[in-house]
């Protein structure tokens, strides 16, 4: 079993940062990508950015400038830090990771449960 959990959101006003963080655990053989997505009330979900395993990163132009994706591979953990963060930032914020759970086995994307960040004065 492969779990995703998500920490860092929070209330935070208009101009202010936060900094998400994802730890991957359980039984698993690699990591490969991985990527944080959110998605507003009523909205799709939406990819803001990725990063590959040795570190290239691509950005939605939404947060192109504002966020930064990184990830720590010896702690199976990404992060999120977002800055200048806007009313629309608000949204509940989900990572994923492409893993796969065996030497031989297939690649899958498992997902977290997702963590609230509330822009708002």
């Known amino acids: 079993q492969v779990h995703l959990v998500e920490s860092g959101g929070d209330l935070v006003q208009p101009g202010g940062s936060l900094r998400l963080s994802c730890g991957v655990s359980?039984?698993?053989?690699?990591?490969?990508?991985m990527a944080w997505y959110r998605q507003a009330l009523g909205e799709q979900r939406d990819l803001l950015a990725t990063i590959t395993s040795s570190g290239s990163t691509n950005y939605a132009d939404s947060v192109k400038g504002r966020f930064t994706i990184s990830r720590d591979n010896a702690k199976s953990t990404v992060y999120l830090q977002m800055n200048s963060l806007k009313p629309e930032d608000t949204a509940v914020y989900y990572c994923g990771a492409n893993i796969r759970a065996t030497r031989f086995g297939s690649n899958g994307w498992y997902w977290g449960q997702g963590t609230q960040v509330t822009v708002s004065s």
């Open positions: 359980g039984s698993f053989f690699s990591i490969n990508d």
